[in-house]
Every structure is written in C-alpha cells, then in structure tokens.
T-cell receptor, first 111, second 111 residues
C-alpha cells in the first residue's frame, strides 16, 4: 500500500510567522523523501530532500521520523512569496524515482 | 529555470484528434517519467522509462502511448482522448532513485 497523507489546509499565516506541515506515509520500507513546492498552474519544484538527521536550507527545515513514519517541514519568518502548495513526496521503490505525492498543503501568507 | 523542456505548453484537442506531447532533458538522466495532474490533485505516475526502456506502466489506457526515441527525449502520443483526460501532463527526469525534476508541463484540454 502506497499512501501519503497531508492536511490540505489552507494555512493562513501573517508575514513573519513560523508554520509547520506534517506528512505521514504508509510503507515503512520507503526509500527517500522530499518536499516540493507548487504554484498555481505550474510544475512542482523540488524544495528539499528530507533526511533522518534533519536538514536545513535557510528558513526551511525538514525532518524525517522513520519510527512514526512522518516527515515535517518548518518554515520560519514566512514571506508573501512562500504562498504556494507544499507537496510531500515519498519514493516507495528502489531503482526508480517513482514518487507518490500527498495531496498538498496550501499556505497563504498575508501582509 | 527548468532543464526539462516540454512542448507544447497548452494544447486543445478534439476527441478524434491525434496529438503528441514532447519532452527533452539534457542533464544526462537515465530515467524519464510521465505524470498526470488534475486540478487540486497530486501528480500521479503514468509511465517510467529507464535506460530508454519502458519499465513501469501504471495501468494507463492505451489511448496514451509513450515513446522514448533516445536518452534525452520522451514523447506521449494521444489518440481518441476523452474530456476527463483534460489535465496537466508533467514530464520528469532523474538519475535512478535520485531527485526528480519536472518540466513545466502541458496543459491539455479535450473537447
């Protein structure tokens, strides 16, 4: 079973706020994990990979908890330009990057 | 910015038409993918080519016919589509089991 679950939101936050998204996945043998950002009518763009040790890229921090089968994304100091849909993606297969996506969480950052 | 190029960006076709979507990448990736995304839904995998051979077909109807002429090119031939096939068609590429990079997509409308 290959399922990825996300809260669809929307999350409405003011500029400067900190916001966190979670995502759960069904298969404990999952291989790799990613967060993508998608703007309306555009393609998904890779935001960051997610590692067990946690990783940070500027205002963005991603965490993986294999025991509980969830990944998280933390955005600090939200900007208006962060408004988008954030998709978590899980690769259940080895050998290919056949990602299964969550339905996405919409973030709206307001002035 | 994307190094995966898709044409056309928009396509309107009738149910009796035959058309093709094209995708090209010059990153030396050996795996290429077709995903389909309907509005407010996550991308869903259709086909995977690995080393120019069809490796995965996610039970896609035969009115969609993929083709991989060489390691840089991926086509999707369309014939006798239905209005419910209207969607954003995304091409992607990767090295096996590594990050997936998407093209900007073809927005397809079937009348």
């Amino acid at each position: 079973r290959k399922e990825v679950e996300q809260d669809p939101g929307p999350f409405n936050v003011p500029e400067g706020a900190t916001v966190a998204f979670n995502c759960t996945y069904s298969n404990s043998a999952s291989q790799s994990f990613f967060w993508y950002r998608q703007d309306c009518r555009k393609e998904p763009k890779l935001l960051m990979s997610v590692y067990s040790s946690g990783n940070e890229d500027g205002r963005f921090t991603a965490q993986l908890n294999r025991a509980s089968q969830y990944i998280s994304l933390l955005i600090r100091d939200s900007k208006l330009s962060d408004s988008a849909t954030y998709l978590c993606a899980v690769n259940f297969d080895s050998g290919y990057s056949t990602l299964t996506f969550g339905k996405g969480t919409m973030l709206l950052v307001s002035p | 910015d994307t190094e995966v190029t898709q044409t056309p960006k928009h396509l309107v076709m009738g149910m009796t038409n035959k058309k093709s979507l094209k995708c090209e990448q010059h990153m030396g990736h050996r795996a290429m993918y077709w995903y389909k995304q309907k509005a407010k839904k996550p991308p869903e995998l259709m086909f995977v080519y690995s080393y120019e051979k069809l490796s995965i077909n996610e039970s896609v109807p035969s009115r969609f016919s993929p083709e991989c002429p060489n390691s840089s090119l991926l086509n999707l031939h369309l014939h006798a589509l239905q209005p419910e096939d209207s969607a954003l068609y995304l091409c992607a590429s990767s090295q096996p089991n590594e990050k997936l990079f998407f093209g900007s997509g073809t927005q397809l409308s079937v009348l």
